[in-house]
């Protein structure tokens, strides 16, 4: 027997059922829907008929289920379910350039990048709202897939196995020699590889990701990584760059601000490191919201102003 639900059915009648098979009482159910109890009677009785089953027995301390009521009540909670769910992505879409953008960092694009890309964006849209959160990729990517965050911004790992994320490369994070402006080094008429040596070296700890990368550049500019002061603390090593003659070596957009106000200068020289592509990672079956696509953009133009300083 066809029942042709699909045009039949009534969403009262779903949340009657549900509500009837919460609290196996028609008195308790109707006062969970804020409804009269003969008006919740009248949706089950609707419903019953339509199904051409019975799916609970009424007796006076309430109601008993049959045999169709789990199988009912359970495909109607899946449909409110779809429905709240749709009622907040809706929310979500509908928030074209203002709310909130819940956005992941990794280290290097928080302290360097973000905070002059950031302030830029809230001066032209005071309305658009950011929580950032820091962290390493393998502590961000749950977020990611829960959908407590939006985006991630920063060094572009691969995955081990394909995680379903979309990776945009936007610039790249190359590792570089960094030394205050009026730092000796630039005195020298020609900056050589051995120049180095005679200055003593602040670096990110090795227990860091990108510390173990700079160990790996050290090897290859024959540097004893043993002499080297290290911290964990970017606002250490910088206070070491700006009041002493230590140099560091560091993605160089970690120092994005210093470098944009000339403080701190990149110091030449003629090697090269491995490309290190940084971007976005978002979830291929979550476009980016019209919000999160103003940030990148801002992003993008903040890279732009420090192109020639890189």
């Known amino acids: ?31 969970a829907l804020g409804i009269s109890q003969p008006s919740l009677s009248k949706s089950l009785k609707e419903l019953e008929e339509i199904l051409g089953v019975r799916l609970f027995e009424r007796h006076a301390r309430g109601v008993a289920p049959t045999l169709f009521s789990d199988a009912v009540a359970q495909t109607a909670r899946r449909i409110l379910a779809d429905l709240g769910r749709l009622d907040e992505e809706l929310d979500r879409l509908s928030s074209h350039s203002s709310g909130m953008i819940a956005l992941g960092a990794l280290p290097a694009a928080a302290t ?51 995680d379903g994320f979309v990776r945009e490369v936007l610039y790249e994070e190359p590792i570089s020699v960094l030394a205050r402006a009026d730092h000796p080094i630039f005195g020298l008429p020609d900056i050589k590889l051995e120049d180095l040596s005679s200055f003593d070296l602040v670096l990110p700890t090795v227990s860091q990701r990108v510390g173990q ?4 550049f050290l090897a290859t500019l024959s540097l004893p990584p043993s002499a080297s002061l290290r911290s964990s603390s970017l606002s250490f090593i910088r206070e070491m760059l700006h009041s002493t003659d230590y140099i560091t070596i560091t993605p160089r957009l970690m120092m994005a601000g210093d470098l944009l106000r000339g403080s701190i200068r990149v110091v030449p020289l003629p090697v090269s490191t491995p490309g290190r592509p940084a971007g976005l990672i978002y979830r291929r079956d979550r476009p980016l919201l019209p919000n999160a696509l103003t ?15 890189r």
């Open 295 to 309: 940030l990148v953009e801002f992003l993008r133009r903040y890279l732009e102003e420090l192109a020639d300083k």
């Open 213 to 216: 990368e700079i160990e790996h």
């Open 1 to 31: 027997m066809r029942r042709y639900l699909k045009e039949r059915l009534k969403l009262r009648q779903l949340r009657a059922v549900d509500a009837i098979a919460t609290h196996m009482s028609l008195l308790k159910g109707a006062q």
């Open 112 to 162: 360097g990048l973000l905070p002059g890309a950031l302030a830029r964006l809230k001066h032209a849209h005071p309305d658009i709202q950011v929580r950032l959160v820091q962290g390493r990729t393998e502590e961000l990517l749950p977020s990611l897939a829960a959908g407590d965050l939006d985006l991630i911004v920063g060094r572009l790992y691969e995955p081990v196995t394909p």
